[in-house]
């Protein structure tokens, strides 16, 4: 993959979301690359002033990539993974404890 002529496309506010959207992307056979701002050096303090990272693309996909990032943030989005996107396998019992 080429990446000199990539740009930034969207700021993304979550790993979750640039997970989700690592997968429909690479479904679509769009070529891009996620970047985090979460330095270790830096505790963490680039993104919570600027969002947990940003895809990059080339500019011909930007309108597309937006259209998709837009419908991950919409209330009426899927709540399912795509196929193929590994989740955190742990089952958390929240049943109340006893005694």
Same mark, same amino acid.
């Given at each position: 993959?080429d990446?000199?002529?990539f ?15 690592e997968?429909?992307?690479e479904? /679509?056979? #769009?070529?891009?690359? &996620?970047?985090?701002?979460?330095? @270790? ?24 990539? /937006?259209? #998709?990032?837009?419908d &991950?943030?919409s209330?009426?989005? @899927? ?5 193929g996107?590994?989740?955190d396998?742990?089952e958390?019992?929240f ?5």
């Amino acid at each position: 993959m080429d990446d000199s002529n990539f740009k930034n496309i969207v700021v993304l506010e979550s790993e979750i979301e640039a997970r989700l959207l690592e997968a429909i992307l690479e479904e /679509k056979g #769009i070529a891009f690359e &996620i970047m985090s701002y979460g330095e @270790v050096a830096y505790d963490g303090l680039f993104q919570f002033q600027k969002g947990w990272g940003v895809v990059r693309a080339a500019a011909k996909d930007e309108e597309r990539i /937006k259209v #998709i990032v837009a419908d &991950i943030r919409s209330p009426d989005a @899927v709540t399912e993974p795509p196929p193929g996107l590994e989740l955190d396998s742990r089952e958390e019992d929240f049943s109340e404890e006893e005694g």
